[in-house]
Nanobody, 119 residues
Framework: QVQLTESGGGPVQAGGSLRLSCAAS????????MGWFRQAPGKEREFVAA????????EYTDSVKGRFILSKDIRKHTIYLQMNDLKPEDTAVYYC????????????WGQGTQVTVSS
């Protein structure tokens, strides 16, 4: 069992920045990747960014490239999503997710943190 604890959401004005954090605990030894997804009202959940635990560059959806930066702290088993130049269309509930080596998909999810960007 893996537990994911998110923090850092909240309201922000367009052009502002927020930093989301997600700490993993429990059975994390088989972590292959961690990432963020988001779900806006009336829309399906979508991929935002992910990072492989063994190394390599982070991956981003096109709409956040150049604005969001995903990083990790292996010792703390935590990832950070630095979100800059936020836009109203970034408003969503952001979910942290973890993928293990035993799965082809992200199978562990956090409860979500709300990000609201006002114009």
């Amino acid at each position: 069992q893996v537990q994911l604890t998110e923090s850092g959401g909240g309201p922000v004005q367009a052009g502002g920045s927020l930093r989301l954090s997600c700490a993993a605990s429990g059975s994390t030894v088989y972590t292959a990747a961690m990432g963020w997804f988001r779900q806006a009202p009336g829309k399906e959940r979508e991929f935002v960014a992910a990072i492989r635990w063994a190394g390599g560059p982070s991956e981003y959806t096109d709409s956040v490239k150049g604005r969001f930066i995903l990083s990790k702290d292996i010792r703390k088993h935590t990832i950070y999503l630095q979100m800059n130049d936020l836009k109203p269309e970034d408003t969503a509930v952001y979910y942290c997710a973890l993928k293990s080596y035993f799965s082809s998909a992200f199978g562990s999810w956090g409860q979500g943190t709300q990000v609201t960007v006002s114009s």
